[in-house]
């Protein structure tokens, strides 16, 4: 056996085993951002320096359905019909015919229901191509199911962050400057590098900080790759900024509100260009900080936290702004095609895994065109009828999929005004739409949309430009970004006999643009805290140091959030809209894991402070914080 280094920053250190003979040191990128000269001046000016070194460990994304696939090779048309689960198969299409060498078009990938994803399934996996390439070789099909021991040390995995970020603030609390070196652990093999760039231009966070300096490296290790993983590198550059804020108020004596209020960017300074780069679209933080605080009952803690102490029990509260990033594959595609028996198609590439695609899309569909949201079909995961889509990932899929559609509604209405003159026997200038029906103006001669549909079912007689009825495909670019935010707020009980805990009270104010689906969007959000806090409170990919074993290969080993855990949770909307896209979207789908770990560590800080904590590494467990306070007594 070779010697191994599994810890994220043992393996940047100049005498660790060296992982490919390639590159030597491991470090495979290493690149910087903002103003390096102009923050050694803001540092040498401040009055105040807070440093500190966080850790964001290693989870997996522990997938409801392993992942699987089935390769079959039709030896007559010499193509192979891949089904696997996936984030965009259309993606997949393409990187599958890339690894078997052939043309794209003799590869059909079907994806369809998905349990599960949240990043984990958006890299093409080795078996998705190998079970096609079995099939031609035996010439039957050929199925791959991942059992979960499996799944534990081979699925793609998140996180796994290591930075050292300082703070510079004069004597009023001003936020001169900041600084940050992030280290990003890929794995044995660079899968992606989402986590460490997406995290890179959101270092300063909610706060107007004029100037910065990051370096941003990514290392190789004796572990699984990593990839992106809901809210792909935010959660850890937030819980930087959030828990740097709460340590330079404690340790500087400031209120720890009042210095986030103090260096919040304001709704005058949008659009905000931050100090590395990113231009934020739009937002109201300070009114989501007021909102989630009346919402909380900030004023009312006081009696709590007494009324805990009186139950020999400690209370603590914790506090997190975040802004995230939401962009992804910038190209989408809608088809539409109304047929005569009263229904619609619509063929989209943003695939779901289960957040309601087929039911928000269809919304926006429907209510462009005036139909019942009912007579909408989406479709979705076949790559002979899907053609073009950039998958479900980095929050894209309302905006980029609602957008073209949208679009394609457009075209879709100027199209049918042409066909609607032709069976009114109307100029085409004289056809309105509205309410789902084509009429004539002035008149009471109206056409609904699937009548219309109807009375050119089997017309040959049509112009070429016509020929094809009530259909359109639309193409759409995007590559503007959008900066969801928002504030969470939490409340932890922990007994310092045991070290147990309970979180008593967790409530949110998101800004997700205009919300097409706000019961949807509320499910985003209790999930997206889930996903975060599981982080916080248990998961953990242990390795053991000495021989690169993982640690973490069953549920047995592996704490996942379970409901009895977590408290209702309050939740809210402050809905600014985008000013990047005709719906407003910006994104819902990845804001509450966002700020979940700086949230939660945060409270149990608070808590645990009058023992001389001044921070706890993730994840957070009953054991830790009884030596904690067994320490501190």
Request: with cysteine; hydrophobic share 35%.
């Given at each position: 056996p070779l010697a191994s280094v599994t810890d994220t920053a043992k393996a940047a250190q100049d005498d660790a085993p060296t992982i490919w003979n390639e590159v030597p040191g491991n470090i495979c990128v290493e690149t910087f951002f903002g103003d390096r000269d102009g923050t050694d001046a803001a540092f040498e000016a401040a009055d105040h320096v807070v440093d500190m070194e966080i850790f964001i460990d290693r989870v997996t994304g522990v997938p409801m359905e392993p992942r699987a696939a089935l390769g079959d090779y039709d030896v007559e048309t010499g193509r192979y019909t891949v089904y696997a689960g996936s984030g965009g198969s259309v993606r997949q299409k393409r990187e599958i015919a890339e690894v078997l060498g052939i043309?794209?078009?003799?590869?059909?990938?079907?994806?369809?229901?998905?349990?599960?994803?949240?990043?984990?399934?958006?890299?093409?996996?080795?078996?998705?191509?190998?079970?096609?390439?079995?099939?031609?070789?035996?010439?039957?099909?050929?199925?791959?199911?991942?059992?979960?021991?499996?799944?534990?040390?081979?699925?793609?995995q998140g996180r796994d962050l290591v930075t050292r970020v300082s703070l510079a603030l004069d004597s009023n609390g001003k936020f001169l400057g900041m600084r940050a070196d992030n280290l990003s652990n890929v794995g044995s093999r660079m899968v992606s590098l989402s986590p460490l760039s997406k995290g890179s231009g959101l270092i300063t966070g909610s706060y107007d900080i004029p100037v910065a300096h990051l370096r941003s490296r990514a290392v190789f290790s004796n572990t699984a790759p990593t990839n992106a993983y809901r809210s792909s590198g935010r959660p850890e550059v937030t819980f930087a900024i959030e828990r740097l804020i709460e340590t330079a108020a404690a340790e500087l004596g400031f209120d720890p509100i009042d210095l986030r209020r103090r260096n919040l960017v304001s709704s005058?300074?949008?659009?905000?260009?931050?100090?590395?780069?990113?231009?934020?679209?739009?937002?109201?933080?300070?009114?989501?900080?007021?909102?989630?605080?009346?919402?909380?009952?900030?004023?009312?803690?006081?009696?709590?936290?007494?009324?805990?102490?009186?139950?020999?029990?400690?209370?603590?509260?914790?506090?997190?702004?975040?802004?995230?990033?939401?962009?992804?594959?910038?190209?989408?595609?809608?088809?539409?095609?109304?047929?005569?028996?009263?229904?619609?198609?619509?063929?989209?590439?943003?695939?779901?895994?289960?957040?309601?695609?087929?039911t928000s899309f269809a919304q926006v569909a429907a209510e462009w065109l005036g139909v019942p949201v009912e007579t909408v079909t989406v479709i979705v995961g076949d790559t002979d009828v899907v053609k073009v889509g950039g998958g479900s990932h980095s929050g894209r899929s309302m905006r980029m999929a609602g957008t073209v559609i949208v679009k394609a509604a457009d075209e879709l209405i100027q199209k049918g005004r042409k066909l609607a003159a032709i069976i009114l026997e109307a100029a085409e200038t004289d056809i309105d739409f509205q309410d789902g029906k084509f009429s004539i103006a002035g008149t009471d001669r109206e056409l609904p949309l699937y009548d219309l549909a109807q009375a050119l079912d089997g017309r040959t007689d049509l112009p070429e430009d016509l020929s094809d009825g009530l259909s359109v495909i639309e193409d759409n670019v995007m590559e503007t970004p959008v900066f969801p935010n928002g504030c969470h707020i939490c409340e932890i009980e922990i007994d310092p006999g045991s070290g147990a805990y309970d979180i008593v009270r967790y409530t949110t104010v998101d800004d997700v643009g205009r919300a097409i689906n706000p019961l949807i969007v509320d499910g985003q959000t209790h999930g997206g805290i889930v996903q975060g806090a599981g982080e916080?409170?248990?998961?953990?990919?242990?390795?053991?140091?000495?021989?690169?074993?993982?640690?973490?290969?069953?549920?047995?080993?592996?704490?996942?959030?379970?409901?009895?855990?977590?408290?209702?949770?309050?939740?809210?909307?402050?809905?600014?809209?985008?000013?990047?896209?005709?719906?407003?979207?910006?994104?819902?789908?990845?804001?509450?894991?966002?700020?979940?770990?700086?949230?939660?560590?945060?409270?149990?800080?608070?808590?645990?402070?009058?023992?001389?904590?001044?921070?706890?590494?993730?994840?957070?467990?009953?054991?830790?914080?009884?030596?904690?306070?067994q320490a501190g007594s």
């Amino acid at each position: 056996p070779l010697a191994s280094v599994t810890d994220t920053a043992k393996a940047a250190q100049d005498d660790a085993p060296t992982i490919w003979n390639e590159v030597p040191g491991n470090i495979c990128v290493e690149t910087f951002f903002g103003d390096r000269d102009g923050t050694d001046a803001a540092f040498e000016a401040a009055d105040h320096v807070v440093d500190m070194e966080i850790f964001i460990d290693r989870v997996t994304g522990v997938p409801m359905e392993p992942r699987a696939a089935l390769g079959d090779y039709d030896v007559e048309t010499g193509r192979y019909t891949v089904y696997a689960g996936s984030g965009g198969s259309v993606r997949q299409k393409r990187e599958i015919a890339e690894v078997l060498g052939i043309e794209s078009d003799n590869v059909r990938v079907i994806s369809k229901d998905v349990g599960g994803n949240f990043g984990t399934r958006n890299r093409l996996y080795v078996e998705f191509p190998l079970v096609g390439w079995a099939s031609r070789i035996t010439g039957r099909p050929v199925k791959w199911t991942c059992q979960r021991s499996e799944s534990f040390v081979s699925d793609y995995q998140g996180r796994d962050l290591v930075t050292r970020v300082s703070l510079a603030l004069d004597s009023n609390g001003k936020f001169l400057g900041m600084r940050a070196d992030n280290l990003s652990n890929v794995g044995s093999r660079m899968v992606s590098l989402s986590p460490l760039s997406k995290g890179s231009g959101l270092i300063t966070g909610s706060y107007d900080i004029p100037v910065a300096h990051l370096r941003s490296r990514a290392v190789f290790s004796n572990t699984a790759p990593t990839n992106a993983y809901r809210s792909s590198g935010r959660p850890e550059v937030t819980f930087a900024i959030e828990r740097l804020i709460e340590t330079a108020a404690a340790e500087l004596g400031f209120d720890p509100i009042d210095l986030r209020r103090r260096n919040l960017v304001s709704s005058d300074q949008m659009p905000y260009p931050n100090a590395v780069g990113m231009t934020y679209d739009s937002g109201e933080y300070a009114k989501s900080m007021d909102m989630c605080m009346d919402l909380a009952d900030w004023e009312g803690f006081g009696a709590r936290k007494r009324d805990a102490e009186a139950r020999g029990k400690l209370l603590g509260r914790g506090f997190a702004n975040y802004v995230e990033s939401s962009i992804g594959t910038p190209r989408e595609q809608a088809e539409i095609h109304v047929r005569a028996d009263g229904h619609i198609d619509l063929v989209i590439g943003t695939q779901p895994s289960g957040q309601g695609h087929e039911t928000s899309f269809a919304q926006v569909a429907a209510e462009w065109l005036g139909v019942p949201v009912e007579t909408v079909t989406v479709i979705v995961g076949d790559t002979d009828v899907v053609k073009v889509g950039g998958g479900s990932h980095s929050g894209r899929s309302m905006r980029m999929a609602g957008t073209v559609i949208v679009k394609a509604a457009d075209e879709l209405i100027q199209k049918g005004r042409k066909l609607a003159a032709i069976i009114l026997e109307a100029a085409e200038t004289d056809i309105d739409f509205q309410d789902g029906k084509f009429s004539i103006a002035g008149t009471d001669r109206e056409l609904p949309l699937y009548d219309l549909a109807q009375a050119l079912d089997g017309r040959t007689d049509l112009p070429e430009d016509l020929s094809d009825g009530l259909s359109v495909i639309e193409d759409n670019v995007m590559e503007t970004p959008v900066f969801p935010n928002g504030c969470h707020i939490c409340e932890i009980e922990i007994d310092p006999g045991s070290g147990a805990y309970d979180i008593v009270r967790y409530t949110t104010v998101d800004d997700v643009g205009r919300a097409i689906n706000p019961l949807i969007v509320d499910g985003q959000t209790h999930g997206g805290i889930v996903q975060g806090a599981g982080e916080a409170l248990g998961e953990l990919c242990a390795m053991d140091p000495e021989s690169g074993q993982p640690l973490a290969g069953s549920f047995m080993d592996y704490h996942m959030p379970r409901a009895d855990e977590y408290p209702s949770f309050r939740t809210a909307l402050n809905e600014v809209p985008s000013p990047t896209n005709p719906l407003g979207v910006k994104a819902g789908g990845e804001g509450g894991t966002t700020p979940a770990l700086a949230v939660l560590v945060n409270g149990f800080v608070d808590a645990l402070r009058p023992y001389g904590v001044r921070d706890i590494r993730m994840p957070v467990t009953p054991q830790k914080l009884w030596e904690l306070i067994q320490a501190g007594s």
